[in-house]
């Protein structure tokens, strides 16, 4: 229950920032925008994994010596399960890469981070977990692109001063 509320605070606090508040400058980027950014992805992923490990895990079953049949009936829903929140996360990466034209790089290295922590835990889905994994990378990339091409220029003209001219100003003739 404390996820899903944080995990609300989070997002409202997410949409605000992505809406009403661009950032002028890097400060305000490094500073305001990215700890909110892997705060938000941070916290859909403990959404997710609190739901799984309510609902999902092995112990909270019995074991297979008391009915087989059942025990591998309830563990094959959850592979399922497991399945469903990966690829949440994964439409979560998804979103986070198109939602702008600049994506939000810093959420979607967050959510690739945590499915590849997913990997070397020893998830359910070992196999789904991976092929999300380096599928979310192609997500960072893409929001490393954005980034690249419409924030870069500014926080660098802001960073290293103005642009330099070859034209005199009186006369407009090249120097």
């Known amino acids: 229950m404390f996820s899903i509320f944080s995990s609300a605070v989070a997002t409202n606090t ?3 920032l992505k809406t009403e508040h661009h950032s002028e400058n890097i400060y305000d980027e490094v500073l305001v925008h990215t700890p909110i950014s892997m705060l938000q992805a941070w916290s859909t992923f403990l959404v997710v994994d609190s739901a799984f490990a309510a609902f ?3 112990d909270n079953y019995p074991t297979p010596t008391i009915n087989p049949a059942i025990a591998s009936e309830v ?10 929140a990966i690829l949440a996360l994964e439409l979560a990466a998804v979103v986070y890469a198109f939602a702008s034209p600049e994506g939000d790089f810093v959420a979607n290295v967050t959510i690739t981070w945590v499915l590849y922590g997913l990997t070397r835990r020893g998830s359910f889905a070992p196999f789904e977990t991976k092929c999300a994994a380096l599928l979310s990378v192609v997500f960072v990339i893409k929001s490393a692109h954005g ?7 500014v926080y660098r003209r802001q960073l290293f001063g103005g ?4 034209e005199s100003a009186e006369d407009g003739r090249v120097l």
């Open 147 to 153: 980034f690249y091409l419409h924030k870069y220029p």
């Open 75 to 84: 563990y094959a829903w959850i592979e399922v399960y497991a399945i469903i």
């Open 14 to 16: 997410y949409f605000i």
């Open 163 to 166: 642009e330099v001219s070859l």
């Open 56 to 58: 999902g895990m092995k």
